[in-house]
Protein backbone atom coordinates (compact mmCIF):
# COMPACT_ATOMS: atom_id res chain seq x y z
CA UNK A 1 0.00 0.00 0.00
CA UNK A 2 1.22 3.33 -0.76
CA UNK A 3 -0.18 6.62 -0.04
CA UNK A 4 -2.95 7.66 2.22
CA UNK A 5 -5.76 4.24 2.34
CA UNK A 6 -8.75 4.95 4.40
CA UNK A 7 -11.04 2.05 5.42
CA UNK A 8 -14.06 1.47 4.96
CA UNK A 9 -14.67 3.43 1.53
CA UNK A 10 -18.65 3.29 2.42
CA UNK A 11 -20.49 3.50 5.66
CA UNK A 12 -24.10 3.55 6.86
CA UNK A 13 -25.16 3.87 9.54
CA UNK A 14 -27.60 4.53 12.19
CA UNK A 15 -28.32 7.36 14.77
CA UNK A 16 -27.94 5.24 17.66
CA UNK A 17 -24.78 3.13 16.25
CA UNK A 18 -21.00 3.96 17.13
CA UNK A 19 -18.62 2.90 14.52
CA UNK A 20 -15.08 4.05 13.40
CA UNK A 21 -13.52 5.57 10.77
CA UNK A 22 -9.82 3.80 10.05
CA UNK A 23 -6.60 6.14 8.43
CA UNK A 24 -3.76 4.84 7.68
CA UNK A 25 -0.80 7.01 5.83
CA UNK A 26 2.47 5.26 4.14
CA UNK A 27 4.41 7.96 3.69
CA UNK A 28 6.37 8.49 6.80
CA UNK A 29 4.79 12.04 7.56
CA UNK A 30 4.04 12.94 11.11
CA UNK A 31 1.06 15.19 10.58
CA UNK A 32 -2.54 13.84 10.09
CA UNK A 33 -5.75 15.40 9.62
CA UNK A 34 -9.94 14.80 9.24
CA UNK A 35 -11.49 16.82 6.95
CA UNK A 36 -15.89 16.95 6.18
CA UNK A 37 -16.77 17.08 2.47
CA UNK A 38 -20.09 18.43 2.44
CA UNK A 39 -21.94 18.75 -1.27
CA UNK A 40 -21.75 22.17 -2.13
CA UNK A 41 -19.71 23.11 0.89
CA UNK A 42 -15.95 23.69 1.29
CA UNK A 43 -14.01 21.68 2.47
CA UNK A 44 -14.11 21.90 6.46
CA UNK A 45 -10.94 21.18 8.77
CA UNK A 46 -12.08 19.05 11.72
CA UNK A 47 -8.55 17.81 13.52
CA UNK A 48 -4.94 17.72 13.20
CA UNK A 49 -2.44 15.91 14.84
CA UNK A 50 1.13 16.15 15.15
CA UNK A 51 3.44 13.90 16.56
CA UNK A 52 0.18 11.91 17.95
CA UNK A 53 -0.88 14.77 19.78
CA UNK A 54 -3.99 17.03 18.94
CA UNK A 55 -3.11 20.87 17.44
CA UNK A 56 -6.51 22.09 16.43
CA UNK A 57 -9.86 20.77 17.24
CA UNK A 58 -12.34 22.91 15.04
CA UNK A 59 -15.29 22.81 17.26
CA UNK A 60 -16.17 19.86 16.08
CA UNK A 61 -19.01 18.15 18.16
CA UNK A 62 -18.27 15.70 20.86
CA UNK A 63 -20.12 12.79 19.07
CA UNK A 64 -16.65 13.00 16.67
CA UNK A 65 -13.83 11.60 18.59
CA UNK A 66 -10.47 11.51 17.10
CA UNK A 67 -7.79 8.86 18.07
CA UNK A 68 -4.07 8.96 16.84
CA UNK A 69 -2.41 5.95 18.58
CA UNK A 70 0.98 6.29 16.67
CA UNK A 71 2.08 8.53 13.66
CA UNK A 72 0.93 6.27 10.80
CA UNK A 73 -3.00 5.56 12.46
CA UNK A 74 -5.47 8.12 12.59
CA UNK A 75 -9.33 7.12 13.71
CA UNK A 76 -12.18 8.45 13.96
CA UNK A 77 -14.72 6.82 16.65
CA UNK A 78 -18.53 8.25 15.72
CA UNK A 79 -21.22 7.89 17.99
CA UNK A 80 -25.04 9.20 18.16
CA UNK A 81 -24.25 11.02 14.96
CA UNK A 82 -27.61 13.15 13.23
CA UNK A 83 -28.12 13.00 9.25
CA UNK A 84 -27.00 16.15 8.55
CA UNK A 85 -22.81 14.15 9.44
CA UNK A 86 -23.42 12.35 6.47
CA UNK A 87 -20.86 13.44 4.10
CA UNK A 88 -17.13 12.29 2.76
CA UNK A 89 -14.85 12.19 5.53
CA UNK A 90 -11.10 12.48 4.13
CA UNK A 91 -8.15 11.45 6.16
CA UNK A 92 -5.00 13.68 5.18
CA UNK A 93 -1.39 13.45 5.61
CA UNK A 94 2.02 16.22 5.18
CA UNK A 95 5.50 15.97 6.86
CA UNK A 96 4.74 18.36 9.28
CA UNK A 97 1.75 20.67 10.28
CA UNK A 98 2.96 24.25 9.85
CA UNK A 99 6.17 26.04 8.59
CA UNK A 100 4.60 28.36 5.99
CA UNK A 101 6.91 29.15 3.20
CA UNK A 102 8.62 25.56 3.75
CA UNK A 103 7.94 22.70 1.46
CA UNK A 104 6.78 20.23 4.15
CA UNK A 105 3.35 21.00 4.90
CA UNK A 106 1.90 19.93 1.35
CA UNK A 107 -0.87 17.73 2.27
CA UNK A 108 -1.85 14.55 0.60
CA UNK A 109 -5.29 12.71 0.98
CA UNK A 110 -7.05 9.42 1.42
CA UNK A 111 -10.11 8.82 -0.59
CA UNK A 112 -12.50 9.46 2.13
CA UNK A 113 -15.47 7.50 3.45
CA UNK A 114 -18.59 8.19 2.45
CA UNK A 115 -20.76 8.28 5.49
CA UNK A 116 -24.87 8.02 5.70
CA UNK A 117 -26.08 8.31 8.92
CA UNK A 118 -29.88 7.06 8.39
CA UNK B 1 -9.11 33.97 10.13
CA UNK B 2 -8.21 33.07 6.53
CA UNK B 3 -11.09 32.66 3.62
CA UNK B 4 -10.58 31.53 -0.11
CA UNK B 5 -13.18 32.57 -2.83
CA UNK B 6 -14.08 30.63 -5.40
CA UNK B 7 -15.96 32.87 -7.34
CA UNK B 8 -16.74 30.65 -10.24
CA UNK B 9 -19.07 27.73 -9.33
CA UNK B 10 -19.77 25.43 -12.22
CA UNK B 11 -17.74 26.17 -15.49
CA UNK B 12 -18.26 24.69 -18.84
CA UNK B 13 -16.36 24.58 -22.16
CA UNK B 14 -15.85 22.94 -25.03
CA UNK B 15 -12.42 21.11 -25.75
CA UNK B 16 -9.02 23.10 -26.62
CA UNK B 17 -11.03 26.38 -25.29
CA UNK B 18 -9.09 28.34 -22.57
CA UNK B 19 -9.52 27.89 -19.14
CA UNK B 20 -8.91 30.33 -16.24
CA UNK B 21 -9.93 30.01 -12.65
CA UNK B 22 -10.32 32.16 -10.00
CA UNK B 23 -9.10 32.11 -6.16
CA UNK B 24 -8.62 34.99 -4.29
CA UNK B 25 -7.86 34.85 -0.55
CA UNK B 26 -8.05 37.21 2.34
CA UNK B 27 -4.66 37.12 4.75
CA UNK B 28 -1.96 39.82 4.58
CA UNK B 29 1.16 37.69 5.43
CA UNK B 30 2.99 35.19 4.11
CA UNK B 31 0.78 32.11 2.45
CA UNK B 32 1.42 28.94 0.68
CA UNK B 33 -1.10 28.65 -2.09
CA UNK B 34 -2.36 25.27 -3.69
CA UNK B 35 -4.41 23.92 -6.04
CA UNK B 36 -6.32 20.14 -5.73
CA UNK B 37 -8.24 18.37 -8.27
CA UNK B 38 -11.03 15.77 -7.79
CA UNK B 39 -11.98 13.83 -10.79
CA UNK B 40 -15.21 11.91 -10.64
CA UNK B 41 -14.86 8.97 -7.86
CA UNK B 42 -11.34 9.98 -7.04
CA UNK B 43 -10.22 11.18 -4.27
CA UNK B 44 -8.32 14.80 -4.13
CA UNK B 45 -4.75 15.41 -5.70
CA UNK B 46 -2.37 17.84 -6.01
CA UNK B 47 -2.00 19.70 -9.22
CA UNK B 48 0.42 22.62 -8.10
CA UNK B 49 1.88 24.66 -5.31
CA UNK B 50 3.41 27.56 -4.12
CA UNK B 51 5.69 27.98 -1.55
CA UNK B 52 8.11 30.88 -2.53
CA UNK B 53 10.01 31.76 -5.64
CA UNK B 54 8.76 32.30 -8.89
CA UNK B 55 5.25 33.67 -8.74
CA UNK B 56 4.12 32.03 -11.90
CA UNK B 57 4.12 27.99 -11.17
CA UNK B 58 3.89 24.93 -13.24
CA UNK B 59 2.09 22.09 -12.20
CA UNK B 60 1.03 18.61 -13.76
CA UNK B 61 -1.38 18.13 -16.83
CA UNK B 62 -0.53 21.50 -18.52
CA UNK B 63 -1.83 23.51 -15.53
CA UNK B 64 -0.20 26.64 -14.07
CA UNK B 65 -1.08 29.32 -11.80
CA UNK B 66 -0.23 32.80 -10.81
CA UNK B 67 0.43 34.52 -7.41
CA UNK B 68 -0.60 38.03 -7.49
CA UNK B 69 0.22 38.99 -4.16
CA UNK B 70 -1.25 42.65 -4.49
CA UNK B 71 -4.31 41.14 -5.80
CA UNK B 72 -4.34 37.96 -2.99
CA UNK B 73 -5.28 35.88 -6.24
CA UNK B 74 -3.75 32.40 -7.28
CA UNK B 75 -5.55 31.82 -10.43
CA UNK B 76 -5.63 28.71 -12.26
CA UNK B 77 -4.81 28.21 -15.80
CA UNK B 78 -4.65 25.96 -19.12
CA UNK B 79 -4.45 27.40 -22.79
CA UNK B 80 -6.36 24.24 -24.27
CA UNK B 81 -8.39 21.94 -21.96
CA UNK B 82 -9.27 18.56 -22.52
CA UNK B 83 -12.23 16.52 -21.94
CA UNK B 84 -10.16 14.37 -18.88
CA UNK B 85 -10.20 17.34 -17.62
CA UNK B 86 -13.62 17.42 -16.13
CA UNK B 87 -13.39 17.65 -12.48
CA UNK B 88 -14.16 19.65 -9.54
CA UNK B 89 -11.20 22.37 -8.85
CA UNK B 90 -10.08 23.34 -5.13
CA UNK B 91 -7.97 26.47 -4.02
CA UNK B 92 -6.75 26.24 -0.57
CA UNK B 93 -3.81 28.44 1.56
CA UNK B 94 -1.75 28.03 4.30
CA UNK B 95 -1.81 30.96 5.71
CA UNK B 96 1.37 32.33 8.91
CA UNK B 97 -1.11 32.53 11.16
CA UNK B 98 -2.82 29.22 11.32
CA UNK B 99 -0.37 27.45 9.56
CA UNK B 100 -1.92 24.30 10.51
CA UNK B 101 -4.66 25.04 8.53
CA UNK B 102 -5.31 24.21 4.74
CA UNK B 103 -8.01 26.55 4.17
CA UNK B 104 -10.19 25.06 0.94
CA UNK B 105 -12.44 27.57 -1.52
CA UNK B 106 -15.97 25.35 -2.10
CA UNK B 107 -14.86 24.43 -4.94
CA UNK B 108 -15.49 24.69 -9.16
CA UNK B 109 -17.28 22.14 -11.20
CA UNK B 110 -15.60 21.95 -14.43
CA UNK B 111 -17.37 20.23 -16.95
CA UNK B 112 -15.34 19.77 -20.84
CA UNK B 113 -17.52 19.08 -23.66
CA UNK B 114 -16.02 16.94 -25.99
Known amino acids: ETGVTQTPRHLVMGMTNKKSLKCEQH?????MYWYKQSAKKPLELMFVYSLEERVENNSVPSRFSPECPNSSHLFLHLHTLQPEDSALYLCASSQVAGGVGGKNNEQFFGPGTRLTVL | AQSVSQHNHHVILSEAASLELGCNYSYGGTVNLFWYVQYPGQHLQLLLK??????LVKGIKGFEAEFIKSKFSFNLRKPSVQWSDTAEYFCAVNAGGSARQLTFGSGTQLTVLP
Open chain 2, 50 to 55: YFSGDP
Open chain 1, 27 to 31: LGHNA
